[in-house]
Nanobody, 120 residues
Framework: QVQLVESGGGSVQAGESLTLYCTVSGTIFSLNAMGWYRQAPGKQRELVAD???????NYAGSVKGRFTISRDNAMNMVHLTMNDLKPEDTAVYYCADYQTVLPLEEPRYWGPGTQVTVSS
């Protein structure tokens, strides 16, 4: 059974940084593309960043240059380092497992989410 668990969320001031962590079990992690999505109140869930099994990355325009996605295949973890956070980054952040080497389709598995709140 594939399980994803996020951690690292919290409340910060604008301009500060946070790193989110996602631990994955029940799958061959190194073969899977992974992603981070977020959903703000009243809005649809949106892609923040994804990373292929080989480490190719892709970012939403709103976070490019501020956020970094990375993976640790030895620890079955994917990270999202968020710098210069803005109030509009406030959302529930979800880790996602595509179960394919490239993130070309919708993720197959999701974590329960972790709240990030940025105050001005």
């Amino acid at each position: 059974q594939v399980q994803l668990v996020e951690s690292g969320g919290g409340s910060v001031q604008a301009g500060e940084s946070l790193t989110l962590y996602c631990t994955v079990s029940g799958t061959i992690f190194s073969l899977n593309a992974m992603g981070w999505y977020r959903q703000a109140p009243g809005k649809q869930r949106e892609l923040v960043a994804d990373i292929s099994s080989s480490g190719l990355t892709n970012y939403a325009g709103s976070v490019k240059g501020r956020f970094t996605i990375s993976r640790d295949n030895a620890m079955n973890m994917v990270h999202l380092t968020m710098n210069d956070l803005k109030p509009e980054d406030t959302a529930v952040y979800y880790c996602a497992d595509y179960q394919t080497v490239l993130p070309l389709e919708e993720p197959r598995y999701w974590g329960p989410g972790t709240q990030v709140t940025v105050s001005s």
